[in-house]
Nanobody, 131 residues
């Protein structure tokens, strides 16, 4: 299984970017996917997660109402739409997935923000927001 993240770049504050995470070797359907980010000198932090459908979606407070996680089951791709970007959003963004090994449907609400529960990770894509 490989996850390929893309879509990062340099944007001015208030702008938008859409990150993509394409999976090969396994379908995202019915499993947990998430985005995390890591700024220089800081620990990796949770951004957003989704388990299969929109009813099981969580966001970090810092990105709520600005970021949206979504899936395209045909393309087997997960997206992170980021609007109203701020300089504090500058980080390397990683997509992650677990195909039922550590996160099941019933455990998702408990473990969605725990990076150690996700088995597969993309390589990261840099997002830089200028003021």
């Amino acid at each position: 299984v490989q996850l390929q993240a893309s879509g990062g770049g340099l944007v001015q504050a208030g702008g938008s970017l859409r990150l993509s995470c394409a999976a090969s070797g396994r379908t995202f359907s019915y499993y947990a996917v998430a985005w995390f980010r890591q700024a220089p000198g800081q620990e990796r932090e949770f951004v957003a997660a989704n388990y299969w459908n929109d009813g099981n979606t969580y966001y970090a407070d810092s990105v709520k109402d600005r970021f949206t996680i979504s899936r395209d089951s045909v393309k087997n791709t997960v997206y992170l739409q980021m609007n109203s970007l701020k300089p504090d959003d500058t980080a390397v963004y990683y997509c992650a997935a677990d195909f039922g090994t550590k996160i099941t449907y019933y455990g998702f609400s408990r473990y969605y923000s725990d990076a150690q529960k996700y088995e597969y990770w993309g390589q990261g894509t840099q997002v830089t927001v200028s003021s």
